[in-house]
């Protein structure tokens, strides 16, 4: 007979379907603010960009989940990375020296020893790492660090000796052209079916290892408590050495993979930093730090909520995806962890800004939210807001700080919503109505400017005419002005004379609109300035409707 | 009973919910200024909640209290002991790397002209509060390696330390309020001797003047201090009692709602074949004056027996059964010999393969995964029963916890709930069950009803009952003597790691175990 068993936790409220539902939702979003909506034009390309990028980070976070379910943590992650790239590469060089001095062909046979050498030698490094905890007695943070910096640099001189010896002179990286070599990460035929398979099948046995087997319950209870772990007959020290070998053998084939991928080993730049961003995708996961909880799933799609938000973001605001890769995962890190910790187990609502504490942070939030706007606002808004950065950072900033007064006060749940939702509501009546005053408050401001260099703005018969004859006004500050004078929407006529612009000022005045089309200008006086007739030729040529008396 | 006296506490319909649970309803009653009062009632009932509110640990709650006449509005532990209330919580509250100087100055440091912290002084001021507590604890040593009975006494002197310091403020102003010292069953973890000192010690407080609420369930304290007693039971108050009008037997009734016995057991049961037996067992203490945590341990346990250990703390009791266990961090000498062969464990799986299996101390240290769910504590140590190369099989494992938990009785909402969902009494059961399930001839219980409440103690009595009769042998330790009684076929006494009584049903008294357990003592 089966019992209900009515304490089982249903899938929609687990930590798998929350990720799932983001996922979706960030995917969603992405393809929407997405100028170029890349993700539908281009879907082939983005689908293997991203799903290649998540397979290699999802195969060394798996190995940093089972640790950390394990009660412990790997820091050597990116350094393992680099060095089973080096010893993978180095094994080749020596194995076939000229095929890869030429970038022919080395063969199967080569190939399969250095990776399979390559992988035994993680495995020898995960035996370091639970001999170093075990029987030494180090803190799992302390050993995996030694290794996290010690092996990176042993990777370097291993490679220049290799070199050396072999090429004849030190070199810090090898090239790697074999193509069946490189195929093995799909880097040839443009694919990631090989690393996603791979993910998936490893994935599934580590999934079957850790809820289906008697290890696996037992990695789970030396993560909840060790010494109850023990004195329940659990041989705690032999799982550790399973736990770090895992890791380490999975950060070896994931630095194998990569030389394939970029098809240079280089020991100095591979896998920096990649062990946060596996612990990061563990916890985003749901693992938890103190051990005993997250599941494989879980990790897998951490793994892909992280590429997903790195990539989403890289699209929306079109730069690198590693610029704001770090901010992402630090941003997300906390957020995850602080989800799911109040999630679990908070009686009385948590105050977030009280104190002198809370006046430092809502100042650092401030600032935050501030920097944050500068930086991206143009990016998200372009085009739909005249503001310019530092308006924009403004507001974001004030705003920021209202939010969170609002949050300090003392007031009910109820109270503070209705202030939030006056907020929410002022937020956007005053960012709409300083975007709707701000052109007038810079042609104002460029007036009085203009006024005090002793020039004149005044309304012509079809447009406005900007008078600095005689003035001091020079290049620069032309160039200034022109930052305001641009909310002019009829700009049509510069008088010039007798001042001292030259050709560049020429330039400045014209280069604040894009394009020929957008440019009101068709009246321009520079007689007596030091403005060359080269210069005037060469704006007739570009701009042939403006007339010059 | 005088009406003319002012209660000094008056708590008036104090109401606290955590979610949907009601952990106090409604609670009213008096505390008389000067005045023993204990309180009463089964784990869960509201005893700690109630106290957590006057200590300031829990801030928000319904209801009032009224101490001195005013209402009291605490904002947190520091207000309440400005207002003269400590408390000595059940799980000690000090910082184990710190020295006993530094818990006991904890949050009010003493500082020198320099502005830097005054050591000396509060070294000074620390032994002085230790003078009246009879007892001689280094200032200097870290609390980590004190024993608990003694980190008690650092946690009383800080208590004291915070009342001192109220007095000399308000030294000359007249109506002063009498401090009140709140204790959350302080004598869990302590020695009969350090009980009795305890006892004293509170005597002397109370010359004083201090006002004691003193949270227990063992009825002997209770009825040897208390003036009136409180009961509570499911967060409401049942009852509360002058001491001389009523009994323990009462007591223990209006607390768990029904009439349980002092009950005995063990009649009638035979011992088989020998199961253990203990030759010369040493274990080496380096470092140490006593040089042995245990020296020249022999003794044998047979089918059907259950054998106590009594001790005081730190007498060796807990590294005995760990020696025997292969738990011990370095192994003993001698000889254990296991149904007539000689056995010698590195690890506890050995022990447990070989048909030895232990319920440790300290539940929420050694005994609890709090991230797992019962089921998963039941069947952690024998998966190899309901596993097949190495996969565990879904359906056997459910099998198997589902009929110990049916055998055992234990109280849960299901297989999968989290364990932390359940009473301490139905945690301790699945540890127990955990052991049983790898189906041992020798059960160790080391100190298996601490902090557990007496309906769940009596289960705990009776199961070790039934599968004593069911031929398991068993080895018992407790720190409370008459718990050893009622439920051994014989008691063997450990002093300073060496044996020094032994004693068989029916010959076993109070008197003569305590005698046996201090016997080193008295000598040396």
């Known amino acids: 007979m089966t019992e209900l068993d009515s304490s089982r936790i249903p899938f929609w409220r687990r930590h798998e379907f929350a990720l799932l539902v983001s996922i979706f939702a960030v995917l969603v979003l992405t393809t929407v603010l997405d100028k170029n909506h890349n993700y539908i034009t281009e879907w082939q390309q983005s689908s293997i960009d991203l799903s290649r990028q998540t397979a290699l980070l999802s195969l060394y976070a798996l190995g940093a989940a089972v640790v950390i379910i394990a009660g412990g943590i790997d820091l050597s992650t990116g350094s393992v990375v680099a060095f089973s790239g080096t010893i993978c590469a180095t094994l080749m060089m020596l194995m076939a020296p000229e095929a890869i001095e030429k970038s022919t062909p080395v063969g199967p046979v080569v190939i399969t020893t250095a990776i399979t050498v390559t992988l035994l030698i993680g495995i020898l490094i995960g035996s370091l790492h639970a001999w170093l905890i075990t029987e030494v007695g180090l803190p799992p943070f302390v050993a995996t660090l030694g290794t996290l910096v010690g092996l990176r640099s042993l990777s370097r001189a291993i490679m220049e000796a290799a070199t050396q010896a072999v090429q004849g002179g030190a070199k810090t990286q090898i090239s790697i052209g074999d193509k069946s070599f490189r195929e093995l990460s799909g880097a040839i035929s443009g694919t990631s079916w090989n690393l996603v398979i791979l993910v998936l099948v490893v994935g599934a046995m580590l999934w079957v290892l850790l809820s289906k087997t008697v290890t696996g319950r037992h990695l789970y209870a030396l993560g909840g408590n060790e010494q109850a772990a023990r004195l329940s007959g659990i041989q705690t020290d032999r799982l550790k050495w399973l736990a770090y070998c895992l890791s380490a053998f999975l950060s070896s084939l994931a630095g194998i993979l990569y030389v394939g991928q970029l098809s240079v080993a280089d020991p100095q730049t591979s896998g920096r930093g990649y062990e946060l961003n596996a612990i990061a995708a563990a916890v985003v996961g749901g693992c938890s730090l103190q051990g005993g909880i997250g599941t494989i799933p879980g990790t897998l799609l951490g793994s892909l909520f992280l590429r997903v938000v790195i990539d989403g973001v890289a699209k929306i605001i079109k730069t690198g995806a590693d610029v704001y890769e770090g901010l992402i995962v630090g941003v997300l890190v906390v957020f995850a962890v602080t989800f799911t910790r109040s999630s679990a187990a908070s009686t009385t609502p948590r105050r977030l800004f009280s104190g002198a504490l809370g006046w430092v942070t809502m100042l650092n939030l401030t600032l935050l939210a501030g920097v944050m706007m500068a930086l991206l606002g143009s990016k998200l808004i372009e085009g739909r807001i005249t503001m310019d950065p530092v308006w924009q950072a403004g507001i974001a900033a004030v705003a920021a700080l209202s939010l969170m007064l609002i949050l300090r006060t003392d007031n009910s749940r109820q109270a503070k919503q209705k202030l939030g939702a006056l907020w929410a509501v002022a937020l956007i009546v005053t960012t709409v109505g300083c975007d709707m005053t701000y052109p007038g408050i810079q042609r104002s401001a460029s007036k009085s400017a203009i006024k005090s260099l002793g020039g004149n703005v005044s309304d012509g018969a079809d447009g406005v005419v900007v008078d600095l004859s005689g003035t001091k006004c020079d290049d620069a500050m032309i160039k200034k002005l022109m930052l305001r004078l641009k909310y002019f929407p009829n700009l049509t006529e510069f008088r010039l004379r007798e001042t001292s612009i030259s050709d560049k000022g020429l330039d400045a005045i014209f280069r604040t609109w894009q394009t020929e089309a957008d440019c009101p200008v068709i009246r321009l006086d520079v007689s007596g300035s030091a403005v060359t007739q080269n210069g005037l030729k060469r704006l007739k040529q570009n701009y042939p409707r403006v007339t010059t008396p | ?524």
């Not at chain 2, 320099?114 to 609390?143: K, T, Y």
């Not at chain 2, 009825?223 to 108050?237: E, W």
Request: hydrophobic content about 40%; charged content about 25%.
């Open chain 2, 1 to 524: 009973m005088s009406e003319t006296v002012l209660p000094l506490i008056r708590f008036e319909g104090v109401t606290k919910r955590f979610h949907a649970v009601t952990a106090l309803e409604n609670v009213s009653f008096d505390v008389q200024p000067g005045e023993f009062l204990a309180l009463c009632g089964e784990n869960g009932a509201g005893k700690s909640t109630l106290m957590k509110i006057l200590s300031g640990v829990i801030t928000d709650y319904e209801g009032q209290i009224v101490v001195g006449g005013q209402t009291l509005k605490l904002t947190g532990t520091r207000d309440a002991e400005e207002c003269g209330i400590s408390i000595i919580h059940q799980e000690l509250n000090l910082v184990g790397d710190l020295s006993v100087a530094a818990n006991i100055f904890l949050g009010r440091e003493l500082r020198n002209s320099f502005g830097l912290l005054d050591d000396r002084q509060m070294e000074q001021e620390a032994s002085a509060l230790f003078e009246p507590l009879e007892c001689h604890i280094d200032p200097r040593q870290a609390v980590r390696t004190l024993r608990i009975g003694d980190q008690q006494l650092v946690e009383i002197a800080k208590a004291l330390n915070s009342e001192h310091r109220i007095k000399s403020r308000s030294a000359g102003s007249a109506g002063q309020l009498s401090p009140i010292l709140i204790m959350d069953e302080p004598t869990s973890a302590l020695t009969e001797s350090e009980v009795e000192r305890l006892f004293r010690i509170i005597t002397r407080l109370r010359q004083r003047g201090v006002t004691i609420i003193y949270i227990s369930h063992k009825m002997d304290e209770v009825f040897q201090n208390a003036d009136r007693i409180t009961v509570l039971r499911d967060g409401k108050v049942v009852k509360t009692l002058d001491r001389p009008a009523t009994t323990p037997r009462e007591i223990t009734g209006l607390m768990v709602g029904r009439d349980i016995g002092e009950s005995h057991f063990g009649a009638g049961r035979e011992p088989g074949a020998v199961v253990l037996n203990v030759q010369n067992l040493s274990l080496p203490w380096r470092g140490h004056v006593r040089q042995w945590r245990l020296k020249d341990i022999q003794f044998s346990v047979r089918q059907g027996e259950v054998v106590g250990f009594a001790g005081l703390m730190g007498a060796g009791r807990t590294e005995l059964l760990e020696c025997l266990y292969g738990a011990s961090p370095e192994s003993p000498m001698g000889t254990i010999e296991l149904n007539g062969s000689p056995v010698k464990f590195d690890h506890p799986e050995e022990a447990l393969h070989s048909g030895i299996a232990m319920v440790t101390e300290d539940r929420k240290r050694f005994g609890l995964f709090t991230t797992m769910n019962v089921r998963e504590h039941i069947t952690l140590s024998s998966l190899d029963q309901t596993s097949r190369a190495g996969m565990i099989s879904a359906a056997r494992e459910n099998a198997a916890a589902g009929e110990s938990i049916k055998s055992l009785q234990v109280k849960t909402a299901g297989s999968s709930a989290p364990i932390t969902s359940l009473s301490g009494g139905n945690q301790q059961k699945c540890i127990i069950a955990r052991a049983l399930r790898t189906e041992p001839k020798l059960l160790l219980l080391d100190d298996p009803t601490r902090g557990i409440d007496v309906g769940a103690k009596a289960e705990i009595y009776h199961l070790i009952d039934d599968l004593c009769r069911n031929g398991l042998a068993i080895i018992l330790t407790s720190s409370e003597l008459p718990e050893l009684i009622a439920v051994c076929d014989r008691i063997l006494v450990l002093c300073e790691g060496r044996i020094t009584g032994e004693f068989h049903r029916g010959k076993f008294t109070e008197q003569d175990l305590m005698e046996a357990a201090t016997a080193s003592s008295l000598v040396s």
